[in-house]
């Protein structure tokens, strides 16, 4: 990890700031299946705050990313008799339903395949202020997960290209003019990124 | 090689990795989202690939800096959630045996103090129309519905839409509204568990037009209505393009 990269994303923070505090989030879900809103409630008291950041980080706008900590609060009561805790952790699967509430927000309302000018400035703006070769990584990424190893084997530029899509939320196109490369260039390395990441783990 | 049965022999664990990737990383778009998301409740193979990315990318959704909820934010969910209960109750899944409701002025009223940040003016119109409405001629013994579509930041009431049964409905103007040159308004609808809004057609501004749902589901409790612009022809793709005009949810009166 670079200086550069460490001061461009100070909002990253360690392993030590999720989840170790002993919060059983499935427990949680199984008692918001049966009807226990408290257990709801605590849910949202454990991880709303988390949640609220993904969102906004994906939509932009905080009245809309609360719009849809809302939704997705709704959801998660709604369709917690369909989590199943064999199948994946219960904090996966709450932040699963807000992410893709906030991507299908941002993916219907900019559907266009262009980028709208305040986007295209704001990308313009952050671009011109890094080096011309722009090989650094753009996020704090070491240290939060299993995929740490794997990822350390991509290029800092394809590692960038994933977290500007999981974190920002960017489309192709986003990402394309983020990083000044050519749309077919960042839609192939996402691709072979996402294959080489799998088997690397595999 | 052992693929189960619910899913097409064709599909390549390559491309379905990689779908499910892209699909978790968020870099599809909302057509290709919206296909993966029809294609998940029957596909279990597909469930998986996406649930394996779901766990080995979320630890790094922290990289987003957290953001306190405003207060209110918490009674707002619960309020949702107590008004989805006491609706469930008094709508059973059978709406021909229904139990006897709440009046219609109670229940209109907690409805409208549901919309938040709606002027007085907007209310009282609203309140009014409705009123006219719901003591017309029709004494249908189908569930009677009313949508006031107010404009996004609802400060303003656009259109009522009264259902004289659950499968016609008219759409009816509060006001004037211009329609910039070379645009047009369509109107859409979508229900709770559909996976997307369907068009019911390009509207006219300052007219009513009655509209018949035969071909859709009956209407039913907090469905979304919705006016977009869109260019004069329509939407060129079956789903909204255009920015949202006037929003609103059925209420059952």
Redesign the interface.
């Known amino acids: 990890m670079t200086d550069d990269a460490a001061t461009f994303?100070k909002?990253?923070?360690g392993?030590t700031?999720?989840d170790h505090t002993g919060f059983d989030h499935s427990v949680a879900l199984e008692a918001c299946a049966r009807g226990d809103?408290q257990a709801?409630?605590r849910l949202?008291v454990q991880e709303?705050?988390?949640l609220?950041?993904?969102v906004?980080?994906?939509v932009g706008d905080?009245g809309v990313?609360?719009d849809i900590?809302?939704d997705a609060?709704?959801n998660i009561?709604?369709k917690a008799h369909t989590f199943d805790a064999r199948?994946?952790?219960g904090?996966?699967?709450i932040?699963?339903v807000a992410?893709h509430q906030a991507?299908?927000h941002v993916?219907?309302r900019h559907?266009?395949v262009t980028v709208d000018d305040d986007t295209a400035e704001r990308l313009e703006a952050e671009r011109s202020q890094e080096a011309a070769t722009d090989v650094q990584d753009h996020?704090?990424?070491l240290g939060?997960?299993?995929?740490d190893r794997c990822l350390g084997q991509l290029s800092p530029e394809r590692r960038n290209c994933?977290?500007h899509?999981?974190?920002d939320?960017?489309?192709?196109q986003e990402?394309a003019t983020r990083l000044d490369r050519p749309l077919g260039t960042v839609k192939a390395w996402?691709?072979r990124s996402?294959?080489a990441?799998?088997e690397c783990?595999s | 090689m052992n693929i189960p049965s619910n899913t097409p022999p064709s599909i390549d664990p390559n491309e379905l990795n990689e779908l499910a990737g892209e699909y978790v990383l968020g870099t599809l778009d909302a057509e290709q989202r919206e296909i993966v998301e029809r294609q998940l409740s029957e596909d279990s193979q597909l469930q998986d690939a996406i649930q394996t990315w779901e766990a080995r990318l979320q630890p790094y959704a922290v990289m987003a800096e957290p953001a306190a909820p405003s207060t209110s934010l918490w009674q707002r969910i619960e309020r949702t959630l107590d008004n989805e209960e006491t609706s469930a109750i008094a709508s059973p899944r059978s709406r021909q045996i229904r139990a006897p409701k709440e009046g219609f002025w109670n229940s209109l009223w907690r409805n409208l103090t549901l919309w938040r940040g709606m002027s007085f003016a907007s209310v009282a119109v609203a309140i009014g129309l409705a009123a006219t409405l719901a003591v017309g001629p029709t004494s249908a013994p189908s569930p009677r519905y009313m949508v006031v579509l107010m404009t996004p930041q609802h400060t303003q009431a656009g259109w009522v839409i009264q259902a004289s049964s659950s499968q016609q409905i008219s759409l009816i103007p509060m006001g004037t509204f211009e329609v910039p040159p070379g645009k047009a308004l369509e109107f859409w609808t979508k229900a709770d568990d559909w996976s997307g809004p369907v068009s019911l057609g390009l509207v006219q501004p300052g007219q009513t037009q009655r509209l018949s749902l035969k071909d859709l589901p009956p209407l039913e409790d907090n469905q979304l209505f919705e006016l977009t612009l869109e260019d004069a022809s329509g939407s060129p793709l079956n789903r909204p393009t255009g920015p949202i005009q006037f929003i609103g949810r059925a209420v059952e009166l």
């Open positions: 994303n909002a990253g923070f392993p700031g999720s809103r709801l409630q949202y709303g705050a988390r609220l950041g993904v906004l980080r994906i905080r990313a609360e900590i809302h609060f709704v009561w709604n199948r994946g952790s904090k996966t699967w932040f699963s992410r991507l299908n993916r219907t559907r266009e996020f704090d990424w939060h997960g299993e995929l994933l977290f899509a999981y974190v939320g960017f489309s192709h990402i996402i691709k996402l294959a990441l799998h783990l």
